[in-house]
């Protein structure tokens, strides 16, 4: 099994840059997985930067949903795989399910433990992007409560398996393993 | 006076978890000290959840409001006390003092003035778990403006006499004394 | 150019009164540069406790717009400046341009960019309090949204050129830099 980077932080805290520095360190061909779906401007805007800012070293693939497949399809294409990110990824799945009136939560980590399955088998390492989103007021909106019970949980198992642990503080991160 | 370890971190970071493994460290019985009301479905649930997964060393005790009490009550009877969570608590001291019309934030510090005391003379080890709650955007409700100005000070007060202070990340303990 | 501390930390994370007590170590007297306005009571209240706190080593400089020009004013006047906080004047700024009906966001970089430039510039050592607001769930309001995006960006920048960089949790300062 390759390496698996975890890198977590709050919104914009620099975690993103952090993993294309640590990726850059394999060398080149890279291959950027974003889980981004483009539906609004902001959005669109977001994902137009953060391509330019990567330059040619990249190849990059979109897949909101189905993220244990494609990273399975980019393992062996080149040096190493960026995630980016487990949390858009989660959002994109807990309204999937919840329009098909499926146990959203269930699913999700079922979803998760197919995540955490590839990347064992991974001969690609992988950095792993993902953020922190529980650490304000308890929201009162039940399914932001769902959503952020989801991603704790998500985060624990990545962390939990990965050869190294980071969150990003102002730009600046820390190794928590 | 015993041993006080304050341990902090958001929502589903892996907090809980890390107390129970650390009150077993001091063997058994051990004691349970819960603050949580289960009001409704969603609390009732994580309540189970929580006390299947703590098994058969531990006594559980339920105390939303009196919590120095409750924790005197157990000094001396088990090999560890763990107080689970400090935020739940403030909660409902928040909405006790606020049906009674009283001045919530006095009474509250006051509350955790004596509990700062009680922790102070035990001769049994306590582990005491809390909540990050202001590391997002400043709420636009009042209520949850004060709610986290209090849960601030009173980690604050904790995490200072505390002989250990850990945060947990993405279910890492991260020891910060 | 002086040394520039950066603190960032949740809201009651005390990372003023680090600041404070790191600003003391500098010998007296101190120059307190406050980024508050007290439009209502509760910020009145706040600033008047933090103030009396404080004590009689500071001279404190109320400047809620033009922080940069501010602080070249204080330079050589003091043993060291504290600003606190960032976020405040971040939020002030977004509420004046939004107002003028500005590019807000282009507005507020290219002032943050004219602090930096006035931080290195400095002969008096600042210390300089900000705050971690990415780290709950996704504001649903737009302008939240892009106020932490500002947040965010402007912490990495200042975190980026400072000498050292601190995070405040329950009241401990982790030192990140």
Redesign the interface.
């Known amino acids: 099994m390759a390496k698996t980077i975890?890198i977590?932080g709050?919104?914009?805290?620099?975690k993103s840059r952090f993993a294309e520095e640590l990726a850059q360190q394999f060398g080149a061909p890279l291959c950027y997985l974003a889980t981004a779906q483009a539906l609004d401007d902001?959005m669109t805007e977001r994902v137009k930067r953060h391509r330019l800012r990567r330059g040619d070293a990249w190849q990059t693939i979109e897949e909101p949903l189905h993220l244990s497949h494609a990273l399975a399809r980019c393992d062996g294409t080149g040096k190493a795989v960026l995630v980016d990110c487990i949390t858009l990824w989660l959002s994109n799945l807990l309204f999937h399910y919840e329009e098909r009136d499926e146990d959203a939560e269930a699913c999700i980590m079922e979803d998760v433990r197919r995540l955490t399955a590839t990347l064992r088998e991974m001969r690609t390492p992988v950095i792993v992007v993902?953020n922190?989103?529980?650490?304000?007021?308890?929201?009162?909106?039940?399914l932001?409560?769902r959503?952020?019970?989801i991603?704790?949980?998500t985060?624990?198992?990545?962390?939990?398996m990965a050869d190294e642990?980071y969150?990003a503080?102002?730009?600046?991160p820390?190794k928590?393993?």
């Not at 709050?10 to 620099?14: I, L, N, T």
């Not at 985060?155 to 939990?160: D, G, K, T």
């Not at 503080?169 to 600046?172: A, C, L, R, V």
């Open positions: 975890f977590t709050g919104a914009r805290s620099g902001e993902s922190e989103v529980g650490q304000g007021i308890v929201p009162e909106n039940r932001a409560r959503f952020r019970d991603a704790g949980q985060n624990q198992l990545l962390a939990a642990v969150v503080i102002s730009g600046i820390l928590l393993k």
